[in-house]
């Protein structure tokens, strides 16, 4: 049974940094694309990162590139979000999920292209 749970979210203040786990059973996260979404209150998920397999190729969207760094830790079995220069509209529930469909040195930010799902971490950035 996959399971991929996300923690390290809480509150913090805007200019602030926060870092995401998401640590993983049953799946090798190094087998398979690894994205970071988030949803914030009436708002669509938005892919925000993401690390191909293998090759760990990063992607980010427009409103986190320079901010937000993704990484792997095979010995680990996890994959981390380092959220850097936190803002307000930073502010929602992170889910990692996990795709099946392996690219070399690709990894997509489209919700719909992932399989597996964490139960998400809220981070809080107060304005």
């Known amino acids: 049974q996959v399971q991929l749970v996300e923690s390290g979210g809480g509150l913090v203040q805007s200019g602030g940094s926060l870092r995401l786990s998401c640590a993983a059973s049953?799946?090798?996260?190094?087998?398979?694309?690894i994205g970071w979404f988030r949803q914030a209150p009436g708002k669509e998920r938005e892919g925000g990162s993401c690390i191909s397999s293998r090759s760990g190729s990063t992607f980010y969207g427009d409103s986190v590139k320079g901010r937000f760094i993704i990484s792997r830790d095979n010995a680990k079995n996890t994959v981390y979000l380092q959220m850097n220069s936190l803002k307000p509209e930073d502010a929602a529930v992170y889910y990692c999920a996990a795709a099946q469909l392996v690219i070399p040195n690709i990894c997509s930010l489209m919700a719909y292209e992932y399989v597996y799902w964490g139960q998400g971490t809220q981070v809080t950035v107060p304005s």
């Open positions: 049953g799946i090798t996260l190094d087998n398979h694309p």
